[in-house]
C-alpha cells in the first residue's frame, strides 16, 4: 500500500491544480454526508492553498533538532541516545500548517537496530551510506497527517460489516517525524512551490526590455523578480499540475544526522560520535520577524 493510500489526506492537499467547489445552497435541496464533507474541504484547501502559494514550506519558529543521552564509560562503546525535537511550528511541502505543542524523541539506536533487521531496512540505510567516510546520513523530516481519534458507532453500510460497526468522530491536526537516510550532498537552489519545475529565463517582449533599460537600483531589481515570478510555473502551452510522489512533496527537511561508521559497517551510537546540522531547513520569514531583526532590542 503506498503512502497516499495510507495517508487520506494527501490526494485532496496536493490537489492544488484543481479548481475548488463549494456547495450551493437552496431551499428544499436535500444534502448528505458528502455536502458536509465537501464544505469542510472547501474551506480546509483554501487555507493551505493560501500558505503554499503565499509562504511555502519551512520553520516558522523552533522545532529544533537535538540530541540527548549519558556518556559511554569509554569512547567505543555505544549509549541511548535520544534525537529530541523541541516544539514549534511550521508548513509542510502541501502548505498544510504544523503545530507542536510538546517535545518528541525518538531513540536513535533502536530505530538503527529495527532497520537492520530488515532487508527493506538495510537496503534503506545503504542509501544514506558514505562509504570512503565510514558514515551514515539521516534527514529528519516533518509532515502534516491525520489522527483520527473519538471511536464512536455508526450505521453499517456493508453487509456483515458486524454489529456494532464505529468510526471516528474526530480528526485531529497532527505532525509525521520521519527519518530519511539519504547522502548529503549539495543543497538544491530554493523552490518555494514544491512539486512544479524550477523557474526559467524570463523572455521579455521588446517593450517589456525597453521598460527594464529605463530602471535602475531597487526598482530595478523589484521588477526583475516580478518577471521571474511570471515564469515561474510551466509554460503557457502546459496545465499546471503537480507530478510527483505527494508523500514525498510534503515531506519538510529539520535537520541533517551524521552517524560515524565502524570498521565492519555498524553504527556508533553514542552521544559524543553523532552530528546533528539544523541550518539545512528552510526558514519562512514572517513580517514580525523582519520587524523585529530591523529594530533588535
Not at 502541501?94 to 539506536?109: A, F, K, M, N, S
Not at 529605463?214 to 510551466?234: C, D, F, I, S, T
Amino acid at each position: 500500500m503506498s503512502e497516499a493510500e495510507k495517508d487520506l489526506s494527501l490526494a485532496p492537499d496536493g490537489a492544488i491544480h484543481e479548481p475548488l467547489k463549494r456547495n450551493n445552497y437552496a431551499p428544499g435541496m436535500l444534502l448528505g454526508i458528502d455536502a458536509t464533507r465537501r464544505e469542510q474541504d472547501y474551506h480546509r484547501r483554501r487555507l493551505t492553498r493560501q500558505q503554499y502559494w503565499l509562504h511555502g514550506a519551512g520553520t516558522v519558529c523552533g522545532l529544533a533538532v537535538s540530541s540527548s543521552g549519558r556518556k559511554p564509560d569509554r569512547p567505543q562503546d555505544d549509549a541511548r541516545t535520544r534525537l529530541l525535537i523541541s516544539p514549534g511550528f511550521g508548513i509542510d511541502g502541501l502548505g498544510r500548517e504544523l503545530t507542536v505543542h510538546e517535545p518528541y524523541c525518538i531513540d536513535l539506536g533502536a530505530w538503527l537496530e529495527a532497520e537492520r533487521d530488515t532487508a527493506e531496512g538495510q537496503r534503506r540505510l545503504l542509501e544514506g551510506i558514505l562509504p570512503e567516510a565510514k558514515e551514515l546520513w539521516l534527514t529528519v523530516t516533518m509532515r502534516y497527517q491525520d489522527c483520527e481519534s473519538g471511536l464512536q458507532p455508526v450505521l453499517a453500510d456493508k453487509v456483515n460489516a458486524g454489529t456494532d460497526p464505529v468510526d471516528a468522530a474526530r480528526i485531529s491536526d497532527s505532525v509525521l517525524f520521519e527519518l530519511i537516510a539519504e547522502l548529503p550532498g549539495e543543497d538544491a537552489d530554493f523552490q518555494p512551490w514544491a512539486g512544479l519545475p524550477g523557474a526559467v529565463k524570463p523572455t521579455l517582449t521588446k517593450d517589456e526590455k525597453l521598460h527594464m533599460d529605463k530602471l535602475k537600483g531597487a526598482e530595478k531589481k523589484r521588477v526583475q523578480l516580478q518577471a521571474g515570478l511570471m515564469y515561474a510555473l510551466p509554460p503557457q502551452d502546459e496545465a499546471l499540475q503537480i507530478d510527483a510522489a505527494l508523500d514525498e512533496l510534503a515531506r519538510t527537511p529539520l535537520a541533517r544526522v551524521r552517524v560515524p561508521l565502524r570498521d565492519d559497517g555498524t553504527p556508533h551510537v553514542n552521544i559524543d560520535t553523532i552530528g546533528i546540522n539544523n541550518l539545512v531547513r528552510n526558514f519562512i520569514t514572517t513580517a514580525g520577524q523582519l520587524a523585529w531583526l530591523a529594530n533588535p532590542k
